[in-house]
């Protein structure tokens, strides 16, 4: 078993846009890329999430920005924040940080932002042209685990995929873009939710398996062929008094179990999550570059 | 076996929308819905589908434009075209028809179409909508496939839907409908294509089998599922000197002998050739209705 090692991947990514800030805009005399990020509220994982993105920008050279509002903002304020943030210039792409309190609408605020400042890649607009295989910004947790897939130059083509969990934002996704003519891509997919019914078969005939569905330790070694490719994208905290967190991360698969038995895993933490945020970088990096316009 | 009879279903729906016309637009005093069409060149196929659709807005009581023009049109002007009917409010909403010449970039063209207008479902933007589960106009084929199968009361939730081709238009969009949190979907979905392998043993998994291959007769027997239903999106012309036409038309599936083992089939013609079309009228009243904005 090999792990797929998000963590090292990631920071080779890191390096390469480094390089490319530093060539592409600084030694050109141009303002570097700029990503901003709205914050609405004091979720403690919202805020963990905004943090590490602006510690990765730090890293590659990136401009950001955050802006926060209180809980109680009216959805009317935070649209004329999407619209300042959408006519600013100064900022390549930004995202706003989901989830959003219930009394806003999501959606109402996603099809606000102008598709080619939405680095999320969660904008309408956005997802219908990766549906078309057009110049897009890929969601970025989908985006990561292809990438993860290609820098290990492991095989999709032909494959059978099995993608548990049918999100909006990874598992319906993920499903397309390896289903889609492309590279990594031209994969046979399935995608299982809450109504499969006999996901331990479905998931047993995987040459790739991808789980995106919440559960801790939800994939057993039973469901797993001998010499599958894992993915987990499952992120649980665990009370633990072996860290100084007071926590550990575990995914939605029994990594102890599975990683005897599969040929690649990803490990929690270190796999899909460091991808995730390289490729918010990556967005932002063509943002700045207009690239997808 | 019993046919899933798309006429059948097609006629009914058209009443229901006839009377739908009647009593929310004409006896109000307002203008019926009004669909454009755009024909570029003297493509066959593409002159007897238009000319199907306008006979199927007659039907209904809808008002239909077409507008014809050469194949050597240029991307510009078919651009102004389109320009002119988005912001002609006599038109609710129009359709491109489909291919263009290869000088057109049609992404281009469908891109530029107002998204409320765009009764075909092609726009990334309806695309996009379409994944979310939020108002959108649904592309036709696969449209016209739910509601036959909703119509027929077909259970999909939890049920293995294997989907044999990923066009754009149709295999993709109708995998997604199909896995989507709502009724019908729920089901799980297996996307095949050229790269998939042994797609004879995935077929023959499916309590619902979708083929549109482009492949005449590609499906047989051997790889239906007893009981399966099947439905078949291939329309192929076959020379035929029993009949006035001097063709007869058939499926990509082996209608003969699969039919003999399935639980439901659709015929060709008469299955969804009729529904994707009643589909574009039902996206007609939708956009009249102003539904979807």
New interface residues.
């Given amino acids: 078993m090999k792990l797929l090692d998000g963590k090292l991947i990631a920071e080779q990514i890191k390096i390469e846009i480094a390089s490319e800030v530093k060539e592409q805009f600084l030694d050109k005399g141009l303002d570097p890329p700029h990503i901003a990020a709205v914050l609405v509220g004091d979720d403690p994982a919202s805020m963990t999430y905004v943090s590490a993105k602006e510690k990765a920008c730090r890293e590659v050279g990136f401009i950001s920005s955050v802006y926060r509002y209180p809980a109680n903002i009216t959805q009317e304020k935070l649209l004329e924040v999407v619209d300042f943030l959408n006519d600013d210039n100064d900022i390549h792409g930004f995202i706003v940080q989901l989830p959003l309190p219930p009394h806003i609408d999501e ?1 109402k605020v996603i099809e606000r932002i102008d598709p080619n400042k939405d680095i999320d890649g969660f ?7 990766m ?2 295989n ?1 110049p897009c910004f890929l969601p970025a947790t989908p985006f990561g685990i292809i990438t993860l897939l290609d820098r290990y130059k492991i095989e999709t ?2 494959k ?1 995929v099995v993608v548990l969990g ?1 999100s ?1 934002i990874v598992g ?2 993920v ?2 873009l390896l ?3 492309s590279s990594p891509g ?8 809450s ?3 006999d996901i331990t078969a ?1 998931a047993a005939r995987a040459d790739i398996l991808i789980v995106a569905m919440g559960k801790l330790g939800f994939v057993t070694a039973d469901m797993v062929k001998k010499d599958a490719v894992v993915i987990d994208v499952g992120v649980h905290r665990i009370p633990s008094t072996e860290t100084k967190s007071g926590y550990r991360l575990k995914g939605d698969v029994d990594f102890e179990r599975v990683s005897r038995k599969c040929s690649y895993i990803t490990p929690v933490p270190g796999g899909v999550g460091p991808m995730t945020i390289v490729s918010l970088l990556v967005n932002t990096l063509k943002a700045a570059k207009k690239e997808v316009i």
Avoid: D
């Avoid at 904008?123 to 042209?129: A, D, E, K, S, T």
């Fill in positions: 959606h904008h309408p607009v956005n997802i219908g042209n549906i078309l057009q083509a032909g059978n049918r909006n319906t996704p499903s397309i289903s889609r003519k031209n994969a046979t997919v399935t995608l299982c939710h109504f499969s019914k479905i």
